[in-house]
């Protein structure tokens, strides 16, 4: 058992001690085989000695329970790392970023505590689910959607704090931006709401966000500030109709027109869904579309067509010219979804399709068209979390790629944000082909962003993650050098695995790196004793700065 | 009330079950239970080489279902609202991802994997085979110690699930 370098045995055992009068013995873990449980599955140091790990785990079933635990860690300076249910793999899953830190495991917190059709609004705790959101949402006989992330068996609390992202309406598929009031133990153990939840009797807590005064909640996000107890979100109320569009653009330079359009549509409320991008003549798959998800259908890559892809120059472009020729298939698609009224999203498609016509030889397709709720033929076929219902898919296949040939046991992301134009995903593809094949790793598809973001796309690209040091050893140097490329072309990551927070943090360095030294300064006073998920976001405590 | 155990690892649980999806093809010939200890088999409709073993095990009276690829769905209306009723073995043949998922979501319900085999058996090189193996698993009392593996079978996989021996203190 590893613990922290100025936490002694003695300190760790009392920290023990009080956990189990906190919590009750049966609920504080502390053997071998049941800390392994907390390893990060996907960690990309498994079985090294930089691997990170817990010491223990504590798993509180209310607030005052997880407040007596805070109060703990101070008395003991023993760290603890919450987490909610601990499945963000790829992000990190429920390691601490501290080794030897305590994991105080909020999956006993798991109660939906209220659905509001009127408002469209819930509150939740924090080993709420997806899963079971989605369910207590159908219980309650709401006419609401879950906006969900790739991972169903997530939290909506710890994915709207690590900012992460869905599939409907804009709004709403933010998570961070889609919450509404908080409940926050914080790292001294004193209980704060924010927002209207401020006001003892408040009756608009999930109605209106800000409160009054400074908004503080942002802070509680990406941070090591607080433990959010409980969060309230605001939901999409369930659409008459959804209506799925595809446009076809046959010219390799093309692509900024078709983004600029599609940016101005979305900014413009006409697009009202997640648009995605897609290539038909790679035969990538369009982000958010269901069609093409199965990789048991996959076809080899063409690497010549690939190849010219990336290069973008004359000569590349006449191949891909000549190949949109023999194949019919068109170079580049866009993906556009309206949710509303019928009358509504066929006229939205309508307005979308005029603005595309611009584009020379611009072709649309035949719109797919839902009515709700879902037959079950549609349920079978569609990408799920476009419809607001959770899914595993990507757990599922996200391992499997034709260009990986080392045995994965999971996946890291590295996940820059980019401009939302074609020129930047130009670029940013040959500069990540460039430092992969620098590196003597396997250069992976011509690849197309996600659109989760209004005015900004996220340029994730998956590397595996295996068993054997050795190539995790490559690619964890690939996505270190990544993170340093991009940032000098003033590309950022949205979100990272622990292991490289602090680096990310690093490239946030304006101004002689004043936005880290302002997170530090608002944790030193927040939380002295620094006991609090040291390092998370690369943020740590006085007691851990060199 | 979940144990200490399950609170472990895991998700999900604690919520009322909502209506059903289909998943054809399914074959629920027999009230669960019927095929022995099982109470149901589940599998991915496009691993290969799964639809034999669940012919079999239908014809031997356990429920079966199956599922296209997103092994989300079969959690979120069939595995997890039975096992929130209490623990029951059940089987099943899927790629190592999707066994991977319920590994991860099984826990918390008490519930971890007892037996992988790599699909077509070995040996026979037959998949229906694994009808019968893990028929004869699910009668065995459950191992202890069982835990969640943090390591991914590549392929198609067949998999039993029990209840966890020795659970909570």
Partial sequence: ?546 | MMTRRQILVGSSGGLAAGAAWAFAPTWNVSAPGAGGDLALFLFDRSVHGALLPGRALARRGVAVRSFHGDVGVPWLEVLEPMWRRGPRPVAGITDGGALFCLEQLAWRHGMACALRLALPVARSGRSEDAADMLLRAAGQPPGSGLRPSTDMARGPVAWLFQPVGGNGR
């Fill in chain 1, 1 to 546: 058992m590893r613990l922290p370098h100025d936490v002694t045995p003695e300190m760790f055992d009392r920290a023990l001690k009080g956990f189990r009068d906190a919590v009750g013995p049966e609920w504080v873990f502390t053997s071998d085989e049941d800390v392994a449980l907390y390893r990060d599955a996907y960690s990309p140091f498994w079985d090294e000695p930089e691997e990170r790990v817990a010491s223990a785990a504590v798993a509180p079933a209310n607030v005052e329970q997880v407040q007596a635990c805070v109060r703990v860690a101070n008395q003991t300076s023993l760290p603890v790392y919450p987490i909610s249910t601990g499945k963000n793999l790829g992000y990190g899953g429920s390691a601490p970023a501290l080794s030897g830190s305590c994991v105080l495991d909020l999956k006993r917190m798991d109660r939906v505590l209220d659905v509001d059709e009127a408002n469209a609004s819930v509150l939740v705790e924090p080993g709420v689910s997806y899963f079971d959101l989605y369910r207590a949402v159908r219980d309650a006989g709401a006419k609401l959607w879950v906006d969900c992330p790739d991972p169903g068996w997530g939290s909506p609390i710890g994915n709207a704090l690590d900012r992460g992202g869905g599939y409907t309406r804009a709004q709403f598929r933010n998570h961070f931006d889609a919450h509404c009031g908080m409940e926050v133990v914080l790292p001294t153990g004193e209980l704060m709401r924010t927002g209207m939840g401020a006001m003892p009797g408040a009756r608009t807590w999930q109605q209106y966000k800000p409160g009054f005064g400074p908004w503080v909640d942002g802070l509680f996000s990406q941070s090591n500030f607080g433990v959010v107890t409980k969060m309230g979100f605001w939901m999409m109320p369930e659409p008459e109709a959804c209506l799925i569009g595809r446009v076809y653009a046959n010219r390799y330079e093309d692509l900024p027109a078709l983004l600029r359009i599609l940016t101005h549509l979305e900014n413009s409320g006409i697009v009202n869904g997640m648009p995605g991008l897609g290539s038909p003549l790679l035969q990538r798959r369009v982000p958010a579309d269901p069609q093409a998800s199965d990789p048991y259908g996959a076809t080899g890559i063409d690497q010549a067509l690939q190849d010219a892809f990336y290069a973008g120059d004359d000569k590349a472009r006449a191949l891909i010219a000549d190949r949109v020729k023999q194949t019919g298939r068109s170079c580049w698609n866009a993906l556009v979804k309206f949710y509303g009224p019928e009358k509504l999203v066929r006229l939205q498609w309508e307005i979308a399709k005029e603005a595309f016509a611009d584009i020379e030889g611009l072709r649309a397709g035949d719109p797919e068209f839902y009515g709700f709720p879902l037959s079950d033929e549609d349920l079978a076929k569609v990408h799920k979390p476009t419809f607001g219902i959770p899914s595993l898919s990507v757990f599922n296949f996200g391992i499997r790629t034709d260009h990986q040939p080392e045995l994965a046991v999971g996946h890291q992301a590295f996940s820059p944000v980019i401009p939302r134009t074609g020129e930047a995903i130009f670029e940013s593809n040959r500069l990540f082909a460039q430092v992969l094949k620098e590196e003597g790793l396997p250069v992976p598809p011509f690849h197309l962003p996600g659109c989760v973001w209004e005015r900004a796309i996220m340029m994730i690209t998956i590397f595996p993650v295996t068993r054997d040091a050795e190539t995790n050893r490559k690619y964890r140097k690939a996505i270190q050098r990544l993170v340093v490329e991009a940032a000098r072309r003033g590309w950022g990551e949205y979100r990272t695995p622990v292991i490289y927070q602090d680096l990310v943090m690093g490239t946030y360095s304006f101004g002689d790196h004043a936005l880290r030294r302002f997170h530090e300064t608002v944790k030193d006073a927040l939380d002295p004793n620094g006991i609090l998920s040291p390092g998370r976001y690369g943020i740590w405590p006085r007691r851990n700065r060199g």
